[in-house]
């Protein structure tokens, strides 16, 4: 159980690594452009993604986060340096953890007490940035410009 969500979260890592090489390609007004699609540009999404990462891991290490934190990033070298220090440190911390089925008792933003395990949480935070990157390959598209491959099976191919 263990490799299997460890490799999970390198996927989540991997994926947001392929999105941010593959922005960086692109004109850098493609980052902050104003679109209004879901998100107001893809920098809007990238700082939601890792809002909502910092407030899952914080719950995993039994801290009580209060809210979404409020980042905005004004480059996507910036948002990529963000990313890999928060997701790096909880790769450690994962690393570190024996009982995947440890249940995790948090209070959610609207303070409504609900119980997961850490796989549960894992899945979560995987399948929302998942669910995110394809609004990034949208607000993309709307600017003319491919989405990045995300796609679990790249991964595979890629290790």
């Keep these: 159980m263990k490799a299997y969500m460890l490799q999970q ?27 209004q699609l879901g998100f107001s540009s893809v920098a809007e999404a990238m700082a939601h993604i890792l809002a909502v990462d910092e407030i899952w891991f914080a719950r995993l290490k039994g801290e009580s986060p209060v809210g979404l934190a409020t980042t905005s990033f004004t480059s996507v070298r910036q948002a990529a ?28 933003i609207k303070g409504e007490p609900f ?29 003319g410009y491919k989405g990045a491959v995300t796609d679990y099976v790249a991964f595979l191919r890629a290790k």
């Design 81 to 108: 340096q963000s990313f890999r220090q928060l997701l790096q440190e909880n790769l450690d911390y994962l690393k570190e953890q024996e009982d995947f089925h440890r249940i995790v008792s948090y209070k959610s």
């Design 9 to 35: 979260y390198s996927y989540h890592m991997w994926a947001n690594e392929q999105v941010f090489r593959h922005v960086e390609s692109l004109p850098a007004e493609v980052f902050l452009k104003e679109v």
């Design 115 to 143: 119980h997961n395990t850490v796989v549960e949480i894992i899945q979560q935070v995987v399948n929302h940035g998942t669910y995110h990157r394809g609004n990034i390959t949208t607000l993309l598209r709307s600017q």
